[in-house]
Nanobody
């Protein structure tokens, strides 16, 4: 059974850093047709893509997080991470990881098959 479990969300002050983790089970990342993505949804706003990555493509980042956020993978642990630096209050949201299995693309338009429950990130000024 495919499962995604996020962790690492916390309350931090502006300028701080967090690393979110997404532990996957039921499939492996070491497949060029598998894609992992991070999304977020702030209160009262639409869900938006944050970052996406596969083993065969360069990562994709939203403009507002480019240069501050980094997506990485540990294939041995079947875990994807989102390192967030210089956090701003605008980054406050519920962050979700998602997996697209058997996909030919890996970006925010990719059809993601599975979603985690989300982890809360609150950034105060």
């Amino acid at each position: 059974q495919v499962q995604l479990v996020e962790s690492g969300g916390d309350s931090v002050q502006a300028g701080g850093s967090l690393r979110l983790s997404c532990a996957a089970s039921g499939f492996t990342f070491f497949n060029r047709f598998n894609c992992m993505g991070w999304f977020r949804q702030a209160p009262g706003k639409e869900r938006e893509g944050v970052a996406s990555s596969s083993i065969s493509t360069s990562p994709t980042y939203a403009d507002h997080v480019k240069g501050r956020f980094t997506i990485t993978k540990d294939n041995a642990k079947n875990t994807v991470y989102l390192k967030m630096n210089r956090l701003q209050p605008e980054d406050t949201a519920v962050y979700y990881c998602a997996a697209a299995l058997g996909t030919y693309t890996c970006d925010f338009g990719t059809s993601y098959n599975y979603w985690g429950q989300g982890t809360h990130v609150t950034v105060s000024s």
